[in-house]
């Protein structure tokens, strides 16, 4: 089969090192597993193929450059007409599978038009966008740009509960919208891995994975490491990833005297996730939100695959990945001394550590592979509808 997959989001580099970037490498490596050609479209490369993508057919769709005098979300609507023009010229493809982002409408509207099926992987919807979004113009566009993809999408997956049921609230058919959640690939972390960071010896070190957005909650697990330090002085924090909030937690480490004791790895490749899980002792995943809140825990359960006891909030899909003492902990989101004290428990229990560190990880390496994912989701794709009712075209929009 040949597979058109896109990615038109000018703020998710598919080379990177974003969890969108993994999530892409992720399924680019496990649909072409299978079997099939793949070709990717999209604004932004982000760098060298990563391993196993040197060789797939790119098709960079130009963008324009930011300007003052325009929103950029004026910018990122014009490549709907730049990826709906390259989508014609390299046609037919038999398949038409897009990872969902604000402003892009172009690939379903194509694959609806010309008959081709056609896949909507819906990573985070408008709820979690929302605080981006500036102003009513915008957020009334947004609405529209996924009124559009998702009317014209033959098929509409959702990584998480969360999400579905927000497609679904949105509009979306219950006929097409489709439950896929995320997927590990247990030869990714093989045991003894040697850590690409290691705290001084005689330290115990609490990990995390992930962005540094102030959703993830990593001022609270900040808050909870000086309360471990005030008892328990050979704890550390390893930060992986990076974000908006970075130089706000910067500041707060500083703030709350923990210079010596946060390290900030930044952003790594997905390939080099497992050796820095190697340098942790526990994860957390500290997330805010409400019970029910659309989180597709993707690093939370990379950190169980590599053998971590995870401490997350009970929120979103982290309350049905984490069994409470029996793969790690729950906590309520926000509560800095629920996750001192977790740790703590933690810290002072070695046999229970590895009892929960290889309880999730048997939990998690029995779920499904990248492949079984690609395979089912090929297997959902449908034709998009070619409704007689008109659907507006969201390009036009101009600000206030």
């Known amino acids: 089969m040949r597979i058109a997959y896109v990615s038109a989001d000018p703020g998710v580099p598919v080379f990177g090192r974003q969890g969108a970037s993994a999530h892409a490498q992720f399924m680019l490596r496990a649909l072409r597993a299978l079997g099939h050609m793949v070709e990717l479209f999209t604004p932004r490369l982000g760098g060298e193929p990563p391993r196993g993508l040197a060789d797939i057919p790119l098709h960079p769709v130009p963008i324009a450059r930011r300007s003052r005098r325009r929103p950029p979300a004026w910018t990122a609507l014009e490549v709907n007409h730049h990826l709906r023009t390259a989508l014609e010229a390299t046609g037919p493809f038999d398949l038409v599978y897009e990872r969902y982002s604000l402003w892009s409408y172009a690939a379903m509207d194509w694959a609806s038009r010309t008959g081709v099926r056609s896949v909507l992987e819906v990573n985070g919807f408008l ?25 014209m999408a033959g098929t509409v997956v959702a990584v998480s509960r969360g999400i579905a049921t927000e497609l679904a609230d949105f509009g979306a058919p219950a006929g097409r919208l489709h439950l896929v959640p995320n997927a590990v690939d247990p030869d990714r972390f093989p045991e003894g891995l040697a850590p690409a960071w290691s705290a001084p010896p005689g330290s115990f070190t609490v990990g995390y994975l992930g962005a540094l957005r102030e959703s993830h909650g990593v001022a609270a697990l ?100 984490v069994q409470h003492e029996i793969t790690g902990f729950k906590v309520p989101p926000g509560d800095a001394m629920a996750l001192a004290s977790a740790v703590a428990r933690l810290r002072q229990d070695y046999a229970l550590r590895r009892r929960l560190g290889s309880n999730g990880r048997a939990a998690v390496l029995r779920g499904p592979t990248w492949a079984d994912t690609a395979r089912r989701i090929v297997s959902l794709a449908a034709p998009g509808p070619r409704p007689g009712v008109h659907l507006p075209e969201p390009s036009g929009w101009s600000p206030c």
Not at 250 to 278: I, K, M, N, R
Request: charged residues 20%; proline residues 9%; negative net charge.
């Open 127 to 151: 709820a979690e966008a929302a605080p981006r979004l500036p102003g009513l113009p915008a957020r009334h566009t947004a609405e529209r740009v996924a009124r559009r993809a998702v009317g």
């Open 222 to 321: 900040l808050r909870a490491v000086a309360i471990l330090h005030r008892f328990h002085a050979d704890c550390q924090l390893l930060l992986v990833g990076d974000g908006p909030e970075r130089e706000r937690l910067e500041d707060l480490t500083a703030t709350l005297g923990l210079v010596d004791q946060v390290h900030f790895a930044g952003a790594v490749a997905p390939d080099e996730v497992p050796v820095w899980l190697a340098g942790m002792d526990v994860a957390v995943a500290p997330h805010h939100g409400v019970p029910d809140a659309p989180i597709a825990p993707l690093a939370a359960a990379e950190c169980m695959a590599a053998g971590l006891p995870l401490i997350a909030s009970a929120v979103g899909e982290l309350r049905d990945l």
